[in-house]
């Protein structure tokens, strides 16, 4: 148990179908971040969340469109994906520096996304 | 660019002591994190290092030099369960910023 929960955890969908992935975390966290995994990449920043405001969109297709309504919750809403679009898609959230310790991402256990 | 580079693959037997490295070159440095992912699983969160040296907890022990843009991941007395993939991942940034990851290294511990 990390703290991060993410829902669902496996979700297969047509190109034309329109999806959202849900993100909460109970650690008091003020940023919230997507990622996305695919098989022999490295982790992939999709968006940053602080306070409830986006601060990074790392160059996403619009077809993905992040929403914080809150600082615990975060939401992935899908549209018209790509066959490509398929990966693990991993949530964290993490706060500020504490007397000068750098604090650590905490991630969710992620929504394997298949698109048909 | 940004660019961290760690072995794709490795195997080591139970009982041993295995060494993972990591190469970084980044635009800045705020320090450097260790995780752990189980196939299917969060990352968990295993070390941080912002000083040069070593850095031990328990079974696990990390090493960073930032002169030379380095750093290992040391696994002693290896057990079944340590077999996972082991992600090395820099914060370029000050602040509460994200994380840049390499692809991370498949661990296969064999008995």
């Known amino acids: 148990e990390t703290g991060v929960t993410q829902t669902p955890r496996h979700l297969v969908m047509g190109m034309t179908n329109k999806k959202s992935l849900k993100c909460e975390q109970h650690?008091?966290?003020?940023?919230m971040y997507w990622y996305k995994q695919s098989a022999k990449k490295p982790l992939e920043l999709m968006f940053v969340?602080?306070?409830?405001?986006?601060?990074e969109n790392n160059s996403v297709p619009s077809r993905f469109s992040p929403e914080c309504p809150n600082s615990s919750h975060l939401f992935l809403h899908l549209h018209t994906l790509q066959p490509e679009d398929s990966a693990l898609y991993l949530c964290?959230?993490?706060?500020?520096?504490?007397?000068?310790?750098?604090?650590?991402?905490?991630f969710g256990d992620g929504t394997r996304l298949s698109i048909l | 660019g940004q660019n961290i580079d760690q072995p794709t693959e490795m195997t080591a037997t139970e009982g041993a002591i295995v060494q993972i490295n990591c190469t970084y070159q980044?635009?800045?440095?705020?320090?450097l994190f260790w995780y752990q992912q189980h196939a299917g699983e969060a990352p968990t969160f295993l070390s941080y290092?912002?000083?040069?040296g070593l850095e031990e907890k328990g079974r696990f022990s990390s090493f960073l030099s930032r002169s030379k843009g380095y750093s290992y991941l040391l696994l002693k007395e290896l057990q079944m369960k340590d077999s996972a993939s082991y992600l090395c991942?820099?914060?370029?940034?000050?602040?509460?910023?994200?994380?840049?990851f390499g692809k991370g290294t498949r661990l296969s511990v064999i008995a």
């Open positions: 980044t635009s800045g440095f705020n320090g």
């Open positions: 969340y602080n306070f409830k405001e986006q601060t």
């Open positions: 650690l008091g966290h003020n940023a």
């Open positions: 991942a820099v914060r370029d940034r000050g602040g509460n910023t994200p994380l840049v």
């Open positions: 964290a959230s993490s706060q500020p520096s504490s007397g000068g310790y750098n604090q650590p991402q905490h």
């Open positions: 290092n912002v000083l040069d």
